[in-house]
């Protein structure tokens, strides 16, 4: 084969406004590319032929991919502005009222939080962008209720079919609309069919194997055709789900019924199927014998509260810091991703 470069995919689970963790290593991974690649413009998706996220990671997927208002072929965000959407407006997001945290009665009876408050923060930073002018190709998940089965968002797809197209809002909308935090949303692509979506992270938060399954069907960015596993490097983002005290006590659990089985069941469903995910990718990789080629970073918690919906001051800037520590505990793995996105780009 003519070109030898490896396709490079770039993958974010889910995790609400831990976003913010697996957001502050891509910060510091894109000060790494301009150092390294000595350009001081260096962004995300210079260095990435396919991204995929769910939920938080589909917002920031998209964020990372939205082009520049002045010039079409450049990305509007760099990796900090994109982690400020949860910085900045991370409390109005999550902020509930007292008429809606006493009707839905904390999120039992319906959702805890307004999705206004959301749809105005996307409405401000993406704006009237359609799906098939992001830059790269990309792969955000959702799931269609009405039809029950998986909804992906395919920007390479949105291209060249109007049934694919979408707003790239309502796609970050989609994507995050987690069951018992936001309601349904209901998008419309440009041939006018309607899709009621919620959440991918109900079937698929670690979007990672998505993702490769996908660009083993495509040309990704004239690298390669149908690229193997061989054929790509994959770094895979966690969130958070796999801190030491994110888990659940016996003591607590075992009397639980429905409703108290709620919110937990949520989380266990994704953090199980990221950590699957993860375990059949690491096998696919020994199997070629190329394991270097797939990195998955997990962040750890250190001062922050586990919760995917604490948007408090006082949280945010733990998150903050908890996503600064993290990139500095990879340094290591930080500095050989980007050689090797530099190296195959």
């Given at each position: 084969?003519?070109?030898?470069?490896?396709?490079?995919?770039?993958?974010i689970?889910?995790?609400g406004?831990?976003?913010?963790?697996?957001?502050?290593?891509?910060?510091?991974?894109?000060?790494?590319?301009?150092?390294?690649?000595?350009?001081?413009?260096?962004?995300?998706?210079?260095?990435?032929?396919?991204i995929?996220?769910?939920?938080?990671?589909?917002?920031?997927?998209?964020?990372?991919?939205?082009?520049?208002?002045e010039?079409?072929?450049?990305?509007?965000?760099?990796?900090?502005?994109?982690?400020?959407?949860?910085?900045?407006?991370?409390?109005?997001?999550?902020?509930?009222?007292?008429?809606?945290?006493f009707?839905?009665?904390?999120?039992?009876?319906?959702?805890?939080?307004?999705?206004?408050?959301?749809?105005?923060?996307?409405?401000?930073?993406?704006g009237?962008?359609?799906?098939?002018?992001?830059?790269?190709?990309?792969?955000?998940?959702?799931?269609?209720?009405?039809?029950k089965?998986?909804?992906?968002?395919?920007?390479?797809?949105?291209?060249s079919?109007?049934?694919?197209?979408?707003?790239?809002?309502?796609?970050?909308?989609?994507?995050?609309?987690?069951?018992?935090?936001?309601?349904?949303?209901?998008?419309?692509?440009?041939?006018?069919?309607?899709?009621?979506?919620?959440?991918?992270?109900?079937?698929?938060?670690?979007?990672?194997?998505?993702?490769?399954?996908?660009?083993?069907?495509?040309?990704?960015?004239?690298?390669?055709?149908?690229?193997?596993?061989?054929?790509?490097?994959?770094?895979?983002?966690?969130?958070?789900?796999?801190?030491?005290?994110?888990?659940?006590?016996?003591?607590?659990?075992?009397?639980?019924?429905?409703?108290?089985?709620?919110?937990?069941?949520?989380?266990?469903?994704?953090?199980?199927?990221?950590?699957?995910?993860?375990?059949?990718?690491?096998?696919?990789?020994?199997?070629?014998?190329?394991?270097?080629?797939?990195?998955?970073?997990?962040?750890?918690?250190?001062?922050?509260?586990?919760?995917?919906?604490?948007?408090?001051?006082?949280?945010?800037?733990?998150?903050?810091?908890d996503?600064?520590?993290?990139?500095?505990?990879?340094d290591?793995?930080?500095?050989?991703?980007?050689?090797?996105?530099?190296?195959?780009?």
């Amino acid at each position: 084969m003519a070109n030898k470069k490896l396709s490079r995919i770039l993958s974010i689970d889910g995790g609400g406004i831990r976003g913010i963790l697996p957001g502050q290593i891509l910060v510091s991974l894109e000060e790494k590319l301009k150092n390294l690649d000595n350009n001081p413009n260096a962004a995300i998706a210079d260095y990435f032929d396919m991204i995929a996220g769910t939920s938080t990671g589909g917002i920031l997927a998209c964020m990372y991919l939205c082009p520049s208002k002045e010039d079409k072929s450049r990305p509007r965000f760099t990796a900090k502005k994109a982690v400020e959407l949860y910085l900045d407006r991370g409390d109005e997001i999550f902020d509930v009222s007292f008429w809606q945290k006493f009707r839905s009665l904390g999120g039992v009876t319906d959702e805890k939080y307004n999705e206004e408050e959301l749809e105005e923060a996307l409405e401000d930073y993406i704006g009237d962008l359609k799906l098939n002018e992001l830059l790269r190709a990309c792969l955000i998940t959702s799931y269609d209720i009405k039809r029950k089965k998986g909804h992906f968002f395919r920007s390479h797809r949105a291209k060249s079919d109007p049934a694919y197209n979408f707003y790239v809002k309502d796609v970050a909308r989609a994507t995050s609309a987690a069951p018992t935090y936001f309601e349904v949303a209901r998008v419309k692509a440009d041939d006018n069919t309607l899709y009621p979506l919620i959440d991918g992270g109900v079937f698929v938060n670690n979007p990672a194997l998505c993702a490769y399954s996908e660009a083993r069907t495509i040309k990704i960015d004239n690298l390669r055709n149908k690229p193997k596993a061989a054929d790509m490097i994959i770094v895979s983002l966690g969130t958070g789900s796999g801190s030491k005290d994110h888990g659940y006590e016996y003591k607590k659990s075992k009397r639980w019924g429905a409703i108290e089985w709620v919110k937990p069941i949520i989380d266990i469903m994704m953090s199980g199927v990221a950590d699957t995910v993860d375990y059949q990718l690491k096998q696919i990789y020994n199997a070629v014998e190329k394991p270097e080629q797939y990195i998955r970073l997990e962040p750890q918690l250190f001062t922050a509260d586990s919760a995917m919906d604490n948007a408090s001051a006082k949280n945010l800037s733990a998150l903050k810091n908890d996503g600064e520590q993290n990139a500095k505990d990879f340094d290591k793995e930080i500095s050989r991703i980007a050689k090797m996105l530099i190296d195959n780009k």
